[in-house]
């Protein structure tokens, strides 16, 4: 009788392991980038976001529907060249070239019978928005003055808030937070990401104010609160998209963290997020 308890964490240990090694793999390699910045750092963004528009791809032709992954993969890969080449002042022609070709494409293959192709183009508009226009915002945090100060005040905040909602949900969470979505968040977990993740973002604030003393302390809850409170819906929002064609993954990329896309979810929320907090608020 006590074989299948033993079976089953032995089977979480194994996870767990497989977690732990990718994240000693591929975390030296994502701070070197970062801290280098400038093109190490677009093109490991160009690789990643454009990995995350083949899964995307994938899962809608999962779904039976056929999108572009020329637009989907080379859409998202151009926005983020230009944004990181001249920031924003390509960003209108790129988009609209985008927008052209995609409808173009889809013209001439609903010429041919393909009854999918009118949504196939909202299909591969949403996708070009979705990973590259969001996830754009990674390189233009990034390239901000004090960048690197900036992004590992941001970002880590996601990071955090969710092991903060992980940790506490394990624990006591009872209330479901979204059900339908994502049947393991609860209420009590997400409050408690939010407070440990923005008591977080303070304390790395203190330590980064060394390199940037015009970091202070009330920046730093306000953009922990804010990454904090409202990148759970990133998480919600790529959950929703699996849902509706039946996935746990979007990919076996990563093993024990399934695809690109369940890893970056919560960044391209709290990416544009922080870039227009620190904009508007502070510059």
């Not at 390239?143 to 990071?159: H, Q, R, S």
Request: net charge positive.
């Amino acid at each position: 009788m006590d074989s299948l308890p033993q079976t089953a964490a032995l089977t979480k240990l194994s996870a767990l392991s497989q977690r732990l090694l990718v994240v000693i793999a591929l975390v030296p390699f994502g701070i070197a980038a970062i801290t280098v910045g400038g093109w190490p750092f677009a093109a490991l963004v160009i690789a990643v976001l454009s990995y995350a528009g083949w899964e995307y791809w994938r899962m809608f032709r999962l779904g039976g529907y056929r999108p572009s992954l020329l637009i989907l993969s080379g859409g998202v890969a151009l926005l983020v060249f230009t944004r990181h080449l001249n920031g924003f002042e390509w960003a209108a022609p790129v988009l609209t070239l985008l927008a052209l070709g995609n409808m173009a494409i889809q013209v001439f293959r609903y010429a041919k019978s393909e009854d999918t192709a009118a949504l196939d183009f909202n299909i591969n508009l949403g996708g070009v928005l979705y990973l590259g226009w969001l996830g754009s915002y990674l390189i233009s945090l990034r390239d901000m003055p004090a960048g690197l100060v900036w992004f590992m005040l941001v970002l880590p905040a996601t990071w955090l808030s969710d092991a903060g909602a992980y940790f506490v949900g394990s624990r006591i969470g009872k209330h479901k937070l979204a059900p339908r979505i994502s049947p393991k968040k609860s209420w009590e977990g997400y409050i408690g990401g939010v407070v440990l993740g923005t008591a977080a973002t303070v304390a790395l604030a203190a330590i980064w104010r060394s390199f940037n003393p015009l970091v202070t302390l009330q920046q730093a809850v306000v953009i922990g609160f804010v990454i904090s409170a409202l990148s759970p819906l990133g998480d919600l929002c790529e959950s929703l998209l699996k849902r509706g064609f039946g996935l746990k993954d979007t990919s076996n990329l990563l093993p024990g963290h399934g695809g690109v896309m369940d890893r970056i979810d919560s960044w391209l929320w709290a990416a544009p997020l922080g870039y227009y907090l620190i904009t508007f608020l502070w510059r």
